[in-house]
DNA sequence: CCTATCTCCTGTAGGC
DNA sequence: TGCCTACAGGAGATAG
């Protein structure tokens, strides 16, 4: 599912393949969106030339000329392609003679959504230990859920988020109000760097084809993941523990022995 | 405001 | 082998 690295990965992709080339046309695919995207304001795009390709936490911003920007987001099984073929095609553009297609079988994703309130980006400074240990303060939702919460950090979500608390030591059914300034600074810092090397790693794919990037690459920080999807943990061995839909509905692994 | 639960959807995995 | 069900996931809506 994709997260702020692989939306990062996709963004770089894009951004080198069509900046500064013209939108020639524009299709809108088959029925419906899960919310119905605004298919006139879609097709207004054509004509358009691309300045770039901008990310905000897990949303991917189509940035043109003197155009409004159209948003993105992946969901969890949406993809954006160069050229890639798939049943599930919901908008094709023409750019620059290439065909750029977002996919999503499973219809979580959308496009032309306007953009939410988001908080801080977790790789800016704003995001450090003062600012989690100040929006954690007092809390008693789960860590986990507040850190996967868009409006106070934009960009994690259970796999870089399962990972960040294992780096910093922290159980994921901790209430978030519980956590020392201490572990507040270390699951920043945790988060920052799980997020880095997803992003030097170009994206996490766990099994096969659940991420690829727009030209059909698989990315490498898989090989790095220590809890998310394991019997055992990469650090020190012990049986991960976890249960099922157990924190905001979703499945939480941890490691009894590096987390607290 | 805060928290927990439900919903959207469909490909895949597991059970029988 | 093949059918059937449960499950996964992000975010928004809703109820308490």
């Known amino acids: 599912m994709p997260e702020l690295p692989e939306?990062?990965?996709?963004r770089r992709a894009l951004d080198a393949r069509c900046r500064g080339k013209v939108v020639e046309s524009v299709r809108v695919g088959r029925p419906t969106f899960y919310r119905r995207p605004p298919?006139?304001?879609?097709?207004?795009?054509?004509?358009?030339?691309v300045r770039g390709f901008s990310r905000r936490g897990k949303y991917l911003l189509l940035?043109?000329?003197?155009?409004?920007?159209?948003?993105?987001?992946?969901?969890m099984s949406g993809r954006l392609?160069?050229?890639?073929?798939?049943?599930?095609?919901?908008?094709?553009?023409?750019?620059?003679?290439?065909?750029?297609?977002?996919?999503?079988?499973?219809?979580f994703g959308r496009v032309g959504c306007p953009l939410p309130e988001l908080g801080p980006e977790p790789l800016d400074d704003a995001f450090d230990g003062a600012y989690l240990w100040k929006v954690l303060r007092g809390r008693r939702a789960p860590v986990k859920a507040l850190i996967m919460d868009q409006r106070l950090v934009a960009g994690l979500g259970n796999i870089y988020a399962t990972e960040a608390l294992?780096?910093?030591g922290v159980r994921p059914g901790r209430a978030a109000g519980s956590l020392s300034r201490a572990e507040a600074a270390a699951l920043a810092r945790a988060s920052r760097e799980v997020l880095e090397a997803g992003v030097a790693l170009g994206g996490a794919t766990l099994d096969d084809e659940s991420f690829l990037d727009p030209l059909g690459r698989p990315g490498r920080m898989q090989e790095r993941v220590k809890v998310y999807g394991r019997k055992t943990c990469?650090?020190?061995g012990a049986a991960v523990l976890g249960t099922r839909r157990s924190i905001g509905g979703r499945a939480s692994l941890y490691c009894p022995s590096c987390q607290r």
């Open 39 to 49: 298919a006139a304001a879609l097709r207004a795009l054509t004509g358009g030339t």
């Open 63 to 75: 940035n043109l000329e003197g155009r409004p920007s159209v948003v993105f987001h992946l969901g």
């Open 7 to 10: 939306v990062e990965t996709v």
């Open 81 to 107: 392609t160069v050229g890639g073929e798939s049943p599930h095609v919901r908008l094709e553009l023409t750019v620059g003679g290439e065909l750029l297609r977002f996919h999503d079988s499973r219809r």
């Open 166 to 168: 294992h780096a910093a």
């Open 234 to 236: 990469g650090t020190c």
